[in-house]
């Protein structure tokens, strides 16, 4: 079962798989910025953009297919308009 979370599901065109260290990281900070407030919020939404935009770059450039490569572009134009739009 993890050797198939590792590689994607279904195998021959993933649409899904197990997630990369950055993704982890957005998925993280995301959940301590809806925990908490203040200073630690606003550092945990700064992380949960950083992450995000990593995993959408590495998706885009790097994606196994052709929806992997569509999501990473649109987790990339999420990041951009919404940091663009808090600035």
Same mark, same amino acid.
């Given at each position: 079962m &993890?050797? $198939? +979370? $590792?590689h %994607? #599901?279904?195998e021959?065109?993933?649409l899904a798989q197990f997630p990369n260290p950055p993704l982890i990281v957005a998925l993280v900070a995301w959940v301590v910025a809806a925990l908490t407030s203040g200073s630690v919020h606003d550092y945990a939404r700064a992380a949960f953009y950083a992450g995000l +935009? +990593? #995993?959408a770059w590495l998706e885009l450039t790097d994606g196994v297919n052709l929806f992997? $490569?569509? &999501?990473g572009a649109a987790g990339f @134009?999420? @990041?951009?308009?919404?940091? %663009? %739009?808090a600035l």
């Open positions: &993890l050797e $198939r +979370a $590792r %994607g #599901w279904p021959r065109y993933p +935009a +990593a #995993w992997r $490569r569509v &999501l @134009v999420y @990041v951009v308009i919404s940091v %663009g %739009g």
